[in-house]
């Protein structure tokens, strides 16, 4: 790419135990793959208008959506996803991989959150998470495209320190990704980790719950 790109922002965190005692739970983002595809066609359909439009760039309709989630190919794209206590994601983000120019590689991100779980930080993690990748994987521009009133991707695009063009009411933001090396792939390799091991202790209990719930009937009964 020949256009002159920022320089990333050491991201500001937070430790856990900072925001364990401020009652917060930390946020972890899990990659996805080919068995989450109906979990994501859920979260999708369930954005009003407003959000597809700010996700899409227009008011797509579902048949628009189940053809996009059918077709994301999870061998040539990442996609990484948070998830509630009920195991539906609430936060999605989509890394595509465009070709390369003059040997220089690009990822452009995209990214939505229910309105129930806004204001969490939910966003800025899932961009963290994709900005790593990235530079994992050689990428030296992440770009992203939305419209200028998308205020969540313009606060993330902001904080992260991306060079931002505005035009006609859409803007592009810009980030040029320092090159991988062990921190980068340590730090990724340690938060896939923490969020398995988050989503597997999500899925036990709610299997258990479930088994709980089966079994009150029958309790009842006896009683």
């Known amino acids: 790419m020949s256009k002159t790109t920022a320089r990333a922002k050491?991201?500001?965190?937070?430790?856990d135990r900072v925001l364990s005692a401020a009652g917060l739970a930390p946020?972890?983002?899990?990659?996805?793959s080919e068995n989450d595809r109906e979990r994501l066609l859920a979260h999708f359909l369930c954005l009003e208008e407003d959000d597809r439009l700010l996700r899409f760039g227009q008011v797509v309709?579902?048949?628009?959506?189940?053809?996009?989630?059918?077709?994301?190919?999870?061998?040539?794209?990442?996609?990484?996803?948070?998830?509630?206590?009920?195991?539906?994601?609430?936060?999605?983000?989509?890394?595509?991989?465009l070709p390369a120019e003059d040997g220089?590689?690009?990822?452009?991100?995209?990214?939505?959150?229910v309105e129930s779980a806004r204001g969490e930080g939910i966003g800025t993690?899932?961009?963290?998470?994709?900005?790593?990748r990235s530079r994992n994987t050689h990428v030296s521009t992440l770009y992203m495209h939305c419209l200028s009133r998308n205020k969540t991707?313009?606060?993330?695009?902001?904080k992260a320190g991306m060079r931002i063009e505005h035009a006609y009411g859409e803007a592009d933001a810009y980030l040029t990704l320092a090159p991988a090396d062990q921190s980068s792939i340590?730090?990724?390799m340690l938060e896939e980790q923490?969020?398995?091991?988050?989503?597997?202790?999500?899925?036990?209990?709610?299997?258990?719950?479930?088994?709980?719930?089966?079994?009150?009937?029958?309790?009842?009964?006896?009683a």
């Not at 959506?65 to 061998?75: C, G, K, L, M």
């Not at 969020?195 to 719930?213: G, P, V």
């Open 10 to 15: 050491e991201p500001i965190a937070l430790p």
């Open 27 to 32: 946020v972890l983002v899990r990659e996805l």
């Open 61 to 97: 309709p579902d048949h628009v959506i189940e053809n996009y989630v059918r077709t994301i190919d999870f061998n040539r794209d990442t996609v990484f996803g948070v998830f509630n206590r009920k195991l539906e994601l609430v936060g999605v983000a989509h890394l595509a991989y």
């Open 104 to 113: 220089q590689r690009t990822a452009e991100f995209g990214v939505s959150v």
């Open 125 to 132: 993690k899932l961009f963290e998470r994709a900005a790593i």
């Open 153 to 158: 991707m313009m606060h993330i695009a902001r």
């Open 186 to 188: 340590l730090k990724e």
């Open 194 to 222: 923490a969020a398995a091991f988050d989503y597997a202790l999500k899925r036990q209990a709610q299997q258990t719950s479930t088994l709980l719930e089966s079994l009150l009937p029958a309790a009842e009964l006896a």
